[in-house]
């Protein structure tokens, strides 16, 4: 079992940085693959960025590609994604998850409860 705690949203400008944490209690944090999903009302959940166990491999949607980046620190359970460059459309509340990896919501087994973040233009 994992519980996951989101923390670092909130209202910044266009331009803008943020960066968002996700810190996991329970034990063997390391066995999981994380990831970063996004998700506006009425909206489907949108996968952000993964990262593996190791944190040697990471990936991200061609929307963010460039502008975020997911880090992991699996001696203090915790998840990183530093987001730059933001713009409106990153408007979202953002969830942190972990499970087997790869992009798919449904390879997900534990989701924190989310952080809302808003970019003003």
């Known amino acids: 079992q994992v519980q996951l705690v989101e923390s670092g949203g909130g209202l910044v400008q266009a331009g803008g940085s943020l960066r968002l944490s996700c810190a996991a209690s329970?034990?063997?944090?390391?066995?999981?693959?994380m990831a970063w999903f996004r998700q506006a009302p009425g909206k489907e959940r949108e996968f952000v960025a993964g990262?593996?166990?190791?944190?040697?491999?990471?990936y991200y949607a061609d929307s963010v590609k460039g502008r975020f980046t997911i880090s992991r620190d699996n001696a203090k359970n915790t998840v990183y994604l530093q987001m730059t460059s933001l713009n409106a459309e990153d408007t979202d509340d953002y969830y942190c998850a972990a499970g087997g990896g790869g992009s798919a919501s449904s390879s997900f087994n534990y989701w924190g409860q989310g952080t809302q973040v808003a970019v003003s233009s």
């Open positions: 990262i593996s166990r190791s944190g040697i491999m990471t």
């Open positions: 329970g034990r063997s944090f390391s066995l999981y693959g």
